[in-house]
């Protein structure tokens, strides 16, 4: 018998498990034993022995071929076959492929065996297994369908599989044009009229100057629901469901036309949240949903909405769970304010499918409803900013964001938890900026469930994500290929990578893409290895290029020309300096005074930054934008270019100081300009979009697929 860490090291590559990775520094990390059998074991794979390794080992080999195909074939559109598995005492069969296509539509195919090509055999349990190479009809149709394989027999047909068959283009949808826009902070901007952060009728105003002046798109921020309490739930990267919204972007007196009455008590605490420095989460969360449910009543009493009706039956049971969550988060808080988490919830409600849940959902039918009315708001107000965007001349429109990170105490986490390995975290190992690793505090996927489930849950993500826009950001897109893992009970630079069926989910990314119609950027910082740049350049994913990280080997800056033409760059991003804070310092400053870094390395940083200012200026002058960088960057071949909020009004704080919570406001900040006057600033962008090539001028219809 093998030794024990073989067979381990064995088990971990079949799960995916990367024996080890180099760091930024070009070292080489081993994944240790220990790694190994903390993943395995979170996986639910036994490792007490060598012995036991191995029979977990051949059982899972015969339940592999024992199958015909995965739950889940996922194919490009120009696929040809697909591999069939079958005991070897079955090669002489015939058998029928039947393909339900996703309009209802059945085709019928009819094989012998003995014709098919054999492309593997293989011994699992003491039988012997070959793969047959099963020909696909042409042409192939995009979507989601079904296979089923018959084996031919009288007098009737015997079903021996079925699988969940997704047809894919190779590439995203693709424009093909260079473009620019602005990216926004949707909750920091400011008005004569919101009630104390951004909301969609902002967005509306921003849209009339920017879009006046040029610009393609507006580039948001994750508008992903978050529980909206400071200062630990506000971050738009780890929301509470990742596929529903924030309601405090509604803009509450539009809601069902209504005439809500502002006087009073509530007009001056509005006005007081509207002057406030920095957005009050929790206050404006408490107005918004008080305000929401008295128009809900309203709602009710009239008689609801067809329109709404339609809207809760397309959603179906994802919206129900979130509604429901909703509902028993707010009740259980209230009778007892102690409970901030489903994890300390009564028993009877920690899984959403309990009979105590059911129970629940019926006896507080109008709070579940009323949850359902809020998404419903949110989906009508952004459907109207989208649309409002592309009749004003936005080639592109709304851009979003998809965040990474779902909190692992959120609607998420209570309503799909088998889509998710417990016992283990994100994170990522050791570098400059964390030299002991981060720890995400978050539970990565489990790929095996998703593929079980024909994907849903992905697609899903996307779909809903990019609805009502025309581009979608992919934060860490490295996710698709590989996430850091960090088994409980270890240290962040204790984990391992552990791959995904990345094929797979680019191929559904595609999928939805060019159904959608919108732009795919995947966010690539950080090390990110040759194999996976190739591999989203080879799907028409752009590559995201920020200007602070756009150096040679030697630490000078790239010259514009020298920047992918597949790419979206940006001149920065909520996490790093703004073009005046970095020219200042103000983000050393800042971390200096948040007690994340001591004296020396103040000073330190503060020398390499002087170093840093020199190396820009320098590139600057040598391209002709000399005190320029927006023009520098907007001259780039790239076909996006995004100019932050903040450097489009100057300002020197970032949105998000890394490492710190409490310490800093962050995702608080406000625009210092308000959207009534952003007349002049859209002036001076206009200048750098004609002088760049890439001022959108009139409303165009979309590119043909």
Not at 530 to 544: P, T
Not at 603 to 613: T, V
């Amino acid at each position: 018998m093998a030794h024990y860490s073989e067979l381990l090291a064995r088990a971990a590559a079949a799960h995916g498990i990367e024996p080890g990775y180099v760091d930024i520094w070009g070292q080489h990390h081993s994944t240790t034993d220990d790694v190994n059998r903390a993943i395995l074991d979170a996986l639910g794979f036994p490792t007490g022995s060598a012995e036991e390794i191995e029979r977990a080992m051949d059982q899972r080999a015969l339940d592999e071929w024992s199958r015909p195909t995965e739950a889940t074939l996922v194919v490009r559109v120009d696929a040809d076959s697909i591999r069939l598995r079958i005991p070897a005492e079955r090669s002489g069969a015939s058998i029928k492929l039947e393909i339900g296509w996703e309009g209802g539509e059945i085709e019928h195919h009819w094989f012998w065996l003995p014709e098919l090509a054999t492309l593997e055999t293989a011994m699992a349990g003491g039988r012997e297994f070959l793969a047959k190479r099963v020909p696909l009809p042409q042409p192939l149709r995009l979507g989601y369908h079904d296979v089923k394989f018959y084996w031919m027999k009288e007098p009737e047909l015997e079903v021996f599989g079925s699988a969940r068959f997704i047809v894919c283009p190779k590439r995203v949808y693709e424009l093909k044009r260079r473009a620019g826009g602005v990216s926004i902070s949707l909750y920091g901007l400011r008005s004569n009229r919101n009630w104390g952060c951004g909301d969609f009728t902002d967005l509306r105003s921003a849209i009339d100057a920017l879009a006046e002046a040029g610009t393609a798109f507006l580039a948001l921020n994750p508008l992903h629901a978050l529980a909206n309490r400071q200062p630990y739930n506000t971050s738009p990267y780890l929301p509470q469901c990742s596929f529903y919204r924030n309601f405090i972007y509604l803009d509450v007196e539009k809601v069902a036309d209504s005439n809500l009455e502002i006087t009073g008590a509530l007009a001056e605490r509005i006005q007081a949240l509207r002057a406030s420095e920095f957005v009050e989460y929790e206050q404006i969360a408490e107005l918004k949903n008080a305000a929401l449910r008295v128009l809900f009543l309203s709602f009710l009493e009239e008689g609801g909405s067809g329109d709404f009706d339609r809207y809760v039956e397309s959603e179906g049971e994802m919206l129900h769970d979130f509604a429901v969550y909703c509902a028993l988060y707010e009740t259980i808080h209230c009778e007892n304010p102690e409970i901030w988490v489903w994890t300390d919830w009564p028993l009877q409600y920690r899984a959403p499918r309990s009979p105590g849940v059911q129970a629940f959902a019926q006896e507080h039918a109008n709070d579940v409803l009323f949850y359902k009315f809020v998404q419903w708001h949110i989906d009508r107000q952004l459907t109207e900013a989208q649309a409002y965007a592309r009749k004003k001349g936005m080639r592109i429109g709304l851009y979003h964001d998809l965040a990474l990170a779902t909190d692992r105490y959120g609607a998420d986490l209570w309503g799909h938890r088998p889509y998710y390995v417990a016992r283990c975290r994100v994170g990522s190992p050791p570098d400059d900026f964390s030299p002991s690793g981060q720890d995400w505090a978050f539970p990565p996927p489990n790929r095996q469930t998703h593929r079980q489930n024909g994907y849903e849950l992905f697609a899903q993500s996307i779909r809903k994500n990019a609805r009502h826009g025309g581009a979608l950001r992919i934060d860490h897109v490295m996710r698709f290929f590989h996430l850091y893992w960090i088994p409980d009970g270890m240290a962040a630079s204790g984990g391992a990578y552990v791959q995904d069926f990345a094929d797979d989910l680019l191929g559904i990314l595609a999928l939805e893409s060019v159904r959608g119609e919108f732009l795919v950027i995947g966010e690539d910082l950080g090390t990110v290895t040759n194999e996976v740049r190739q591999a989203l350049a080879e799907s028409g994913i752009l590559s995201y290029r920020v200007l602070w990280f756009e150096k040679h080997l030697d630490g000078s800056f790239r010259r514009p020309e020298e920047y992918p033409a597949q790419a979206a760059a940006s001149t920065t991003t909520h996490d790093l300096p703004t073009l005046a804070g970095f020219a200042s310092g103000r983000d050393i400053e800042a971390r200096k005074a948040a007690g994340l870094i001591d004296d020396e390395s103040y000073h330190a940083q503060l020398r390499d930054r002087e170093n840093e200012i020199r190396r820009i200026q320098q590139v600057l002058r040598e391209s002709g934008f000399e005190n320029d960088p927006i023009g520098f960057l907007f001259s780039a071949p790239c076909e996006l270019a995004i100019l932050n909020q903040e450097d489009l009004t100057g300002e020197t704080e970032q949105q998000n100081l890394p490492g710190s919570t409490w310490q800093y406001p962050n995702w608080q900040r406000k625009m210092k300009v308000a959207v009534e006057d952003f007349g002049p600033l859209a002036d001076r962008l206009e200048e750098t979009l004609a002088r760049s090539g890439r001022k959108c001028c009139v409303s165009e219809p979309r590119r043909t697929k």
